[in-house]
């Protein structure tokens, strides 16, 4: 390699060094980005099912409470025709 050449390559070593880094940077930068929004999609999705599930516990503890009172009103309509 001649003087010139080696001028050159030296001089234009830290703009290639620098390019390279901004480059990954921003490849490194857009990967965390589209890992977030897919995070936050999931979490949206996690939520709305977590809703769903809440929503069925609720129900199912409502439809308990009503099946023990009808089990006490049945025991109660028994009690009352023993008595008879």
């Known amino acids: 390699m001649?003087?010139?050449q080696r001028f050159v390559i030296e001089s234009l070593s830290p703009a290639?060094?620098?390019l390279g880094n901004v480059t990954s940077g921003r490849r490194t930068w857009s990967s965390h980005y589209l890992w977030l929004r897919n995070v936050r999609?999931?979490?949206q999705a996690l939520k709305?099912?977590?809703a769903a599930v809440e929503q069925k516990v609720t129900d199912y503890r409502e439809?308990?409470?009503e099946n023990m009172r009808l089990r006490r009103l049945l025991d109660f309509k028994a009690t009352i025709q023993w008595i008879r």
């Open 63 to 65: 439809a308990y409470v």
């Open 48 to 50: 709305e099912q977590l």
């Open 2 to 4: 001649d003087l010139l």
């Open 41 to 43: 999609e999931e979490n």
């Open 16 to 18: 290639i060094n620098l």
